[in-house]
């Protein structure tokens, strides 16, 4: 497959967007057999702490994207940099990017080939998801290209609620919206024991609602990588 940049991102914290990335990158890399590299970009360094104990399939580096201020001209254009030269040796990057970003959102729209968006569907979620894929719209009509391409997680899902009932508010948006993932305990299991969901809990709901995604991932990148 061509090289790939996928961030994993919202402006909303909470959606477990470092959850979905570290298994992700995982998925990704045992899906493909390729390299795959998990860039922890939030100084929280949740994906950093995760990989700490070596045992997941993928190497994490950190490379903090730290927001702008208003008036830099050409904001998170050195971790454009980083970012672009990790992809050099690597055909997966996976990004686990902070929530809150807004000026440096430049930064992750020209660099990313696929932006995953972890939301918990609620209605403080739908309004911050609304405005984050306006802005990678425009982003798209600016740059006359399909890339960013996107996609919407409906993650920690419980059962209160119908899916459907769930999903609903957000198909408003015209982007591709991916199978949900559930709240499950296999996840927070699987970093306490700094391991991806995929070796810790093998063929379980979880492990098996990553590898979907994972799919999807994939056949998103296969289609927008090198767009323009």
Request: net charge positive; aromatic share 6%.
């Amino acid at each position: 497959m061509p090289p790939a940049i996928i961030a994993v991102c919202n402006f909303k914290g909470g959606a477990g967007k470092s959850t979905v990335a570290v298994n992700l990158a995982c998925a990704l890399h045992r899906a493909t057999g390729e390299g795959c590299v998990l860039v922890d970009a939030d100084r929280q360094a949740t994906a950093a702490t995760w990989a700490k104990a070596g045992r997941l399939p993928v190497k994490t580096v950190a490379r903090i994207l730290h927001e702008a201020k208003p008036e830099e001209r050409y904001p998170g254009m050195l971790w454009v940099t980083h970012i672009k030269s990790l992809a050099t040796s690597n055909p997966i990057v996976v990004i686990d990017l902070p929530p809150g970003l807004q000026y440096s959102m430049a930064a992750v729209t020209t660099v990313s080939d696929l932006i995953v968006i972890p939301v918990n569907p609620s209605g403080i979620d739908f309004h911050s998801t609304a405005g984050f894929i306006a802005l990678i719209q425009k982003s798209r009509e600016l740059r006359r290209s399909v890339r960013p391409a996107c996609v919407i997680v409906p993650n920690r899902l419980d059962r209160r609620t119908t899916i459907a009932q769930k999903l609903s508010m957000y198909e408003q948006f015209g982007e591709p919206i991916a199978p949900a993932i559930g709240m499950r305990t296999a996840f927070a299991y699987a970093f306490d024991h700094g391991q991806w969901v995929g070796d810790y809990a093998p063929g379980s709901t979880a492990h098996r609602e990553i590898e979907t995604l994972a799919r999807l991932v994939l056949d998103g990148t296969t289609n927008t990588s090198g767009a323009s």
